[in-house]
């Protein structure tokens, strides 16, 4: 069964920073691809960074030189550390896992992040 629990979210004023992250259950998370997602009020859900399982990173323009994800094969966790929040950044950030051999696509339950200007 795959499960994922993401942790680390809260209210942030501007310019600061946060740590989230997504723990994950199963043998199958170091073959997996990782990634965050956001979804705001009112819009879509949009990618924010992903990972491979070889370690390349992939970014939303919007979030580069700012945030950074990285991930632990022996924890079983991704993270997502996030600098110079902006109130945009405000949304439900969602952790979602590709995993390998077409077994499925998952996503954890959200955590909020609420950056005040």
């Known amino acids: 069964q795959v499960q994922l629990v993401e942790s680390g979210g809260g209210l942030v004023q501007a310019g600061g920073s946060l740590r989230l992250s997504c723990a994950a259950s199963g043998s199958w998370f170091s073959s997996a691809g990782m990634g965050w997602y956001r979804q705001a009020p009112g819009k879509q859900r949009e990618l924010v960074a992903r990972i491979t399982a070889g370690g390349t990173q992939t970014y939303a323009d919007f979030v580069k030189g700012r945030f950074a994800i990285s991930r632990d094969n022996v924890k079983n966790t991704v993270y997502l550390q996030m600098n110079g929040l902006k109130p945009e950044d405000t949304a439900v950030y969602y952790c979602?896992?590709?995993?390998?051999w077409g077994r499925g696509t998952y996503w954890g339950q959200g955590t909020q992040v609420t950056v005040s200007s």
């Open positions: 979602n896992a590709q995993l390998a």
